[in-house]
């Protein structure tokens, strides 16, 4: 669905549902370089199970024009200004790696709009390296390759796949190459110069879930399990498989947002 | 393009790990019409697409998806749906961007059926196809209306050998935002992957050498993922509201796999051209050698060129790695291991020559296939482009004395032997004549 807001056409995906007042609302917040195709597999089975679903492509990414936001701070500044201008209240959200960034700060310095937080192959912070920076400004697609060899453990590197016909490499790279070339950079300087997230992290109060990737090389799994532990009542899981987890196992992902969401209620 | 492995590896492995509840190492044939659902939610997802999972054979199958797996890896396509026939594929691809009033741009060189499925049937649905010389650039872009939806070429023509500039097609085709289609089934991955040239959309007969071994009929549309489809008025199909699934738009919903959604929604739902499981396993079986039997099939060509290119009984030669081919230049920049194994000559003797050639060689068998393990000719004026009328035939570069050769594995000896008897029958027939 397309909107104008601040001055610029923005995309946010609802599973071409029109959004209800009265339904709780789902926002996915995709990571650095991607769009709400991260999400794909959940966005409209969430609609299915009775929830409006917020899933925005930020400022050059996917459909969503503008320019770039620059750091995680104005990340969570954007999405909480975009969810007032929906008229949105209240939220839980899905992040899938930067996006977990965003949603970490989002909860501290936005509480009010928070009702629940999943964090997807995520951590308090998310250094890059210089490499990856340098390969994305010299050659952004060489880094969106990259990324995507790196995202995926052997399963997804094999093309295996519960979505019939899909290789998840190059459908990975497809998404990163729809969005500007120089969004990529942008979004690793970003997850490179964060440092809120332990303090974020530490002022959590309500009950969160993390689903955190075995295999991950890009947010590796001991610092998804140092984020669990500095938050104070946070129900984690571990699934075998790589960083691109919510394309690689879709439906245990989903399963456990259900369950998550149910304790909510 | 994302790869982690490289072709030979992915030929055996794409799309299949061991199966989890039996170690099965091979791929399973899942011989099954359908699938029992976990439960409601599960039948409901699956149903409206919203997640990967199987509901009934003729939208998809897990074999048949494990083709469709390693094929779009090994071709660098997001996405893969396999079918009945390579003809199912191009129907299937045709129907999911045109609708009556819209237009197409076509190679005039192609095989056949291609042909008749555009001059012939498509128009009586309304989509007009303007056929162009493949290797005229110019004639191919002024051939792109408003209303043109899809350009669609071969890499390798059926049975002219002509050779499309594929990369300067695609520039042109991406200036016009019109996808390209192109068939690749004379070339196989192994040999060349329009994608990487900037093709949009993959069709392979799988019956050919991607089986390879002349038991399974099949074919595939791989998606490049590389495709603006966003223009809702240009390309309503994929961009504007789905008549189901609550009238989403795939390009919004399913992205660089849009086209593949709406095949499978739309093409596999309603006009149902499923492959079998069977032939998927075939066809797998087919793919894990690919490269080996691709590997001999160039060699033996190269054998074999050079022995006609010696044989007083023919004519003339045709194929794309000789040096006189008008495309050997573009051959040879976008097929460097080699321009495929199927070779045109022709006899001298003209029509009853070449007859008596086909009814005297006895290892080669005389059919209407290629791509075989086995090698395998016809006499095309008389058989595979019969139908066609003597102006259309000359288009594609047909005459009376055109034999084609799909080079198989044999060993090449054997097969100079056996050409020998056929070029002696022709012989006494050119002889009696002059």
Known sequence: ?265 | MSEKYKFDTMSLHSGHVPDKETGSRAVPIYQTTSYVFKDTDEAAALYNMEIGGHLYTRISNPTIATLEQRLASLDGGVSCVACSSGMAAMHLVVTAICSSGDHIVASNKMYGANINLLQHTMTRFGIETAFVNPNNLEEIEKAIMPNTKLVFGEVIGNPGLNVMNVPEVAKICKKKNVPLAIDATFNTPYLMKPISYGANIVIHSLTKWIGGHGIAIGGAIINGGNFDWGNKEKFPTISGSHFALNGISFWEEFGPSALTAKIRAEGMYNFGPSLSPNNAFYILQGIETLSLRMKKHIENTKMILEFLKENEAVSWLRHPDLHDHPDHKIAKKILPLGSGSIIVFGIKGGRDAGKAFIENVKLSSHLANVGDAKTLLIHPGSTTHSHLSSEAMKMSGLTDDMIRLSVGLEDIEDIKIDFEKGFKAAAKISSKRS
Request: hydrophobic share 40%; with cysteine.
């Open chain 1, 1 to 265: 669905m397309y909107t104008d807001f601040k001055g610029n056409k923005v995309y946010f995906s609802t599973g071409g549902i029109n959004l209800v007042n009265d339904k709780e609302t789902l926002c996915f917040v995709h990571g650095a370089g991607q769009n709400h195709y991260s999400f794909t597999q959940q966005i409209r089975y969430f609609v299915s199970q009775g929830y409006n679903v917020v899933a925005p492509d930020f400022p050059g990414h996917g459909f969503s024009e503008g320019n770039q936001t620059t750091s995680i701070e104005e990340d969570m500044l954007w999405l909480s200004e975009l969810l007032a201008f929906l008229k949105i209240e209240k939220a839980t959200f899905i992040g899938h790696s930067q996006g977990c960034l965003t949603i970490l700060e989002l909860a501290e310095k936005k509480p009010e709009l928070v009702r629940g937080l999943v964090f997807v192959a995520g951590a308090m912070s998310i250094p890059v390296n210089d490499f990856l920076i340098d390969t994305s400004i010299d050659n952004p697609e060489k880094a969106y390759d990259l990324m995507v060899t790196w995202g995926q453990d052997n399963y997804g590197s094999f093309s295996i796949s519960d979505w019939p016909g899909h290789n998840h490499l190059a459908e990975g790279n497809a998404v990163m190459k729809m969005n500007d070339s120089s969004v990529l950079t942008t979004d690793l300087k970003s997850c490179n110069l964060y440092d809120n997230g332990k303090q974020a992290a530490s002022k959590i109060k309500i009950n969160c879930l993390a689903v955190l990737a075995k295999f991950d090389m890009m947010t590796p799994l001991k610092k998804g399990l140092q984020m669990v532990e500095n938050i104070k009542q946070c129900d984690y899981k571990i699934l075998e498989c790589g960083h691109f987890l919510p394309i690689e196992k879709p439906k245990e992902l989903n399963a456990l947002i259900k369950n998550y969401l149910n304790t909510l209620k």
